[in-house]
Nanobody, 125 residues
Framework: HVQLVESGGDLVQPGGSLRLSCAASGFTLSGYAVGWFRQAPGKEHEGVSCVAIEDNTYYADSVKGRFTISRDNAKNAVYLYMNSLKPEDTAVYSC???????????????????WGQGTQVTVSP
C-alpha cells in the first residue's frame, strides 16, 4: 500500500522550531524528488521546499535561511526543519513526491505524483 504520512505539526510560539516528517510506505523515497507545500486559509497553495533525486535542495524565498530539508534514506523519510517560525508560517503542510528531475525553476510547479494528507502548523503567541 503506497502511502505518505506527514507528522510533527503543532502549535508553537513565534521564534520557535518544529521538525516535520514525511514518511513513505510501499515505495522508496530516494527515487523521488520530495517537496513540501503549505496552504493557509484564504491563501494560495505554496511550495516551501524540495529535495531533488540527486539531493539538491530548493527553498521558497519566504523560508530561506529558516527552513532546512533533508533525507533519511535509512528511515525512508524526509524532514523539514523549521526555525524562527513566524505567524505567517501557519498553514497545513503537505509533502509530495515527483518521479523526475527538478531544478530551481521547476520544483514548485511540476505536477507531483502523490501527496500526503497534511499536518497543521500553527504559530501563535
Amino acid at each position: 500500500h503506497v502511502q505518505l504520512v506527514e507528522s510533527g505539526g503543532d502549535l508553537v510560539q513565534p521564534g520557535g522550531s518544529l521538525r516535520l516528517s514525511c514518511a513513505a510506505s510501499g515505495f522508496t523515497l530516494s527515487g523521488y524528488a520530495v517537496g513540501w507545500f503549505r496552504q493557509a486559509p484564504g491563501k494560495e497553495h505554496e511550495g516551501v521546499s524540495c529535495v531533488a533525486i540527486e539531493d539538491n535542495t530548493y527553498y521558497a524565498d519566504s523560508v530561506k535561511g529558516r527552513f532546512t530539508i533533508s533525507r533519511d534514506n535509512a528511515k525512508n523519510a524526509v524532514y523539514l526543519y523549521m526555525n524562527s517560525l513566524k505567524p505567517e508560517d501557519t498553514a497545513v503542510y503537505s509533502c509530495a513526491v515527483y518521479k523526475g528531475r527538478v531544478n530551481e525553476q521547476t520544483w514548485s510547479s511540476v505536477e507531483y505524483d502523490f501527496w500526503g494528507q497534511g499536518t497543521q502548523v500553527t504559530v501563535s503567541p
